[in-house]
């Protein structure tokens, strides 16, 4: 079975930590580029960073960057999302997605998506 699964979520206090795992089984993470998004109570699910395939590249909402670091070991089919400075704001579940390319393309859907991983930040 292919799956991505998203794992870390939880409750923390304001300007507290959490990391976020993103797990790959059943196909080859190396050959897909990742994505962490996010979806606040009613609100549209927003795109929050990316890592390349292969080369490192990152990319970060205004909205965390800073915060926000997005990492992969491609060895262990994992990529992580460290998120420190934890703001109510961020109060979300948090899904990863994976799409076969070097590069993740804003036009094109995802290949994979996970379940989400809720994250709490209270004040």
């Known amino acids: 079975d292919v799956q991505l699964q998203a794992s870390g979520g939880g409750s923390v206090q304001a300007g507290g930590s959490l990391r976020l795992s993103c797990a790959a089984s059943g196909f080859d993470l190396d050959d897909y580029a990742i994505g962490w998004f996010r979806q606040a109570p009613g609100k549209e699910r927003e795109a929050i960073s990316c890592i390349s395939r292969s080369d490192g590249s990152t990319y970060y909402a205004d909205s965390v960057k800073g915060r926000f670091t997005i990492s992969r070991v491609n060895a262990d089919s994992t990529v992580y999302l460290q998120m420190n400075a934890l703001k109510p704001e961020d109060t979300a579940v948090y899904y990863c997605?994976?799409?076969?390319?070097?590069?993740?393309?804003?036009?094109?859907?995802?290949?994979?998506w996970g379940q989400g991983t809720l994250v709490t930040v209270s004040s």
């Open positions: 997605a994976a799409q076969k390319a070097q590069y993740w393309d804003i036009d094109r859907l995802p290949d994979y």
